[in-house]
């Protein structure tokens, strides 16, 4: 995740707001009442050692964020903690590939909070929506800017009809412009998996690709 923060940064022409990539926050509020589910004991290093080596996919030093627990200052927790607040107006977005709130979960959330809750599910995105802007896909940003802030914001950005705008299939292939752009980005491959021989750019650290789409002396790190 800071790796990938990074990348993005830099990718980007301007900074984005203070508290959008802010990892403090991220930090306070995840150490003071997110780490530990309700009633649940601290968790020791040896265990948490172990469920990282039994995931497919996580950081590579995890200890980034467990050397951080002991000390990190954290703020008291309130009779709300853990509570779901029926009665208050919720916007939920659910990205439907999230591997953290699966779609099933978060709809099975949203009946819970039906009467006072606004629900948009995001075609074939992630764990955090809005991040689709940093690809030119705003519509998630425009949902929540004009459902937090009415009287700042547009009122066609309200609209949930912009969701239309996101694709519905992946293009594993690559053969859309935009595609082409993000893979050379973040892979330096302008098509991963097509099945012939693929175009490299002449600063890839790509050296050949076969037809069967085995890549050969590869130097790339992603």
């Not at 929540?144 to 299939?169: G, H, K, M, R, V």
Request: glycine letters at 4%.
């Amino acid at each position: 995740t800071l790796g990938r923060t990074e990348k993005l940064s830099e990718s980007r022409s301007t900074p984005p707001p203070a508290l959008y990539d802010c990892l403090v926050l991220g930090f306070n509020i995840i150490q003071s009442e997110l780490w530990l589910g309700k009633d649940e004991e601290e968790v020791d290093e040896e265990t948490l050692s172990a469920w990282h080596n039994s995931t497919l996919m996580a950081l590579e030093n995890f200890k980034l964020f467990t050397s951080l627990r002991s000390a990190w200052p954290k703020y008291p927790l309130d009779e709300y903690y853990h509570r779901i607040a029926i009665n208050a107006n919720v916007l939920m977005l659910s990205g439907q590939l999230d591997p953290a709130t699966h779609l099933d979960y978060a709809t099975h959330l949203a009946t819970m909070t039906r009467k006072s809750r606004t629900f948009y599910t995001i075609p074939l995105v992630g764990h955090v929506a809005i991040l689709t802007t940093l690809v030119d896909y705003k519509c998630p940003l425009k949902l929540i800017c004009s459902w937090a802030f009415p009287n700042l914001f547009p009122s066609e950005w309200n609209d949930p009809n912009c969701i239309q705008e996101f694709p519905t299939a992946i293009d594993f292939v690559g053969n859309g412009e935009k595609e082409q752009e993000y893979s050379i980005m973040y892979l330096n491959i302008s098509k991963p998996f097509e099945d012939i021989n693929l175009t490299t750019p002449s600063s890839s650290n790509v050296r050949s690709i076969s037809g069967d789409c085995t890549i050969k002396d590869v130097n790339t790190r992603i």
